[in-house]
Each structure stands twice: as C-alpha cells, then as structure tokens.
C-alpha cells in the first residue's frame, strides 16, 4: 500500500504526522509526504527588488524542503518507508494529480475546520480532495 500525505508545516503537521504513522504500521504502506506551494509570483516589470524576493521565496522553500526531509527521516527511524516531494499549484488539484502520478492507494489530508462563513466563500480544498478523488481520502480533524 502507498499513502500521499498532505502536509502545510502548520500546527496540524504533527498532528497529521502521528496518525499517519498509525496508519502506515497497520497496513504496512509506504509513505510519501507531500507539501504543495502556491506558484511562485510573477515579477513582470520589476527591476529593483524582484530578485530578492525571489530570493526570499527560494530560501523559504529550501527551508520547506529541509523540514519535510526532517519528517522523513524521522519516519525512517521508527521503521518506516517513507519519502518526500514539494510541487507548486493549485492545492487540490495538485494533490489529486500527485494521488494519481505515485499510484497512491490512499490519500491523508488534514481539515482546518474554519467554519461555515470561510466554507461557503472560499470552498474547503478537503472537501475538493474527497469529492474527486479516486482513492479512499483519510481526513484528520485539527481543532485548536
């Protein structure tokens, strides 16, 4: 079995993290850890100052990069297959097309909850990720 785990480095990662190991021991799966980006910004007429933010995006993914190594690593320890990749897009739809690319068997996804008001304006990415998804899709709560 292969999982896709989607983690943001917010305060739910750990809380993904644990029960994803759970999950894994139980069905003897592989992991693969997922961070997904909004697409870098386009700095179209910008002379001055794009390259550093440029630079700040890079150095903030390269630090992205480290953690979710970090997770993996820590996966490994405690026996566990595990890897990693950081893409950039559109949330859900780069979740589903990853689910699909890795062959995943499952998809773990945390929802935020944030309410009703935010859920009819802005659309919940876990609620898109299960709605298309052509996996089983395992949705950890994280309430603060």
Do not use: W
């Not at 990662?13 to 997922?34: E, M, P, W």
């Not at 689910?99 to 990415?125: F, P, R």
């Amino acid at each position: 079995m292969k999982i896709l785990a989607c983690i943001d480095f917010s305060e739910a990662t750990d809380k993904i993290v644990t029960q994803l190991k759970l999950v894994a021991r139980g069905n003897n799966a592989s992991i693969i850890l997922l961070h997904v980006s909004e697409p870098e910004p386009q700095m179209v007429g910008y002379k001055t100052g794009a390259g550093s933010v440029h630079d700040e995006v890079n150095k903030a993914r390269r630090e992205q990069h480290h953690q979710l190594e970090s997770y993996v690593d820590a996966l490994k320890q405690e026996g566990l297959d595990a890897s990693c990749m950081m893409k950039n897009g559109a949330y859900t739809d780069t979740i589903l097309e990853q689910g699909e690319q890795q062959q995943a068997d499952m998809l773990v996804i945390g929802s935020h909850g944030k309410g009703l008001a935010s859920h009819l304006l802005l659309g919940s990415v876990s609620q898109s990720i299960i709605k298309n998804a052509k996996v089983p899709v395992l949705v950890i709560p994280i309430h603060k």
